[in-house]
């Protein structure tokens, strides 16, 4: 990538962040593009906060949704092995696709790190949503300014989930996802 595409990257995601202001110290680049942007003055952001925006906070709301279902389905994963529960099994075939879902189930031991709120997850759909946000979250890791702004992405508010934790969730639901988005692009083509 040359300087001019990454620094109109670093724009756009300072732009979808919502930069303005710094009453916090900030950097000096994160001043010049605070001064450049509108938006709220609420949270500050560092130059590394807009720089870490995941690549997901730019794409429209439908493909980051279903993102954040797969991101939930891979949380999910020793609870969905585990269960016979079919309304379970049936709301999250329903969300990701039942092949998906298969892959999920055959996906190896230990892949994905417990998370605590995967339990209660499952009960309903917007628990569900509300638990892929928060592990899509973790890919930005502890930057609570960051964190504030990319939670208002979604439709529901997301669970706090411990970055350590739900970064691996996050990989495994990304991969599943463009892997099943690269096939559902073949098979359309």
Request: aromatic letters at 4%; proline letters at 7%; a positive charge.
């Amino acid at each position: 990538m040359n300087a001019r595409a990454d620094r109109r990257r670093l724009v756009d995601q300072a732009r979808l962040l919502g930069v303005i202001g710094f009453p916090a110290p900030v950097g000096p680049r994160a001043a010049r593009l605070a001064r450049r942007l509108s938006g709220r003055a609420d949270t500050p952001l560092a130059f590394a906060d807009i720089a870490a925006a995941p690549d997901w906070a730019a794409w429209p709301a439908e493909r980051r949704a279903r993102l954040a279902d797969f991101a939930a389905a891979a949380a999910c994963t020793e609870i969905l092995r585990r269960t016979i529960d079919g309304k379970r099994l049936a709301r999250v075939a329903r969300r990701i696709g039942e092949p998906a879902l298969d892959a999920v189930l055959a996906s190896p031991p230990g892949l994905v790190a417990t998370i605590p709120q995967a339990q209660g997850a499952l009960g309903d759909d917007v628990a569900f949503s509300a638990l892929g946000a928060g592990v899509l979250l973790a890919e930005v890791g502890r930057r609570p300014a960051a964190l504030a702004r990319l939670s208002e992405l979604f439709e529901v508010a997301p669970l706090a989930i411990d970055p350590d934790r739900g970064l691996g969730a996050a990989h495994a639901g990304r991969g599943l996802f463009m892997a099943f988005e690269a096939g559902a692009l073949e098979a359309a083509a």
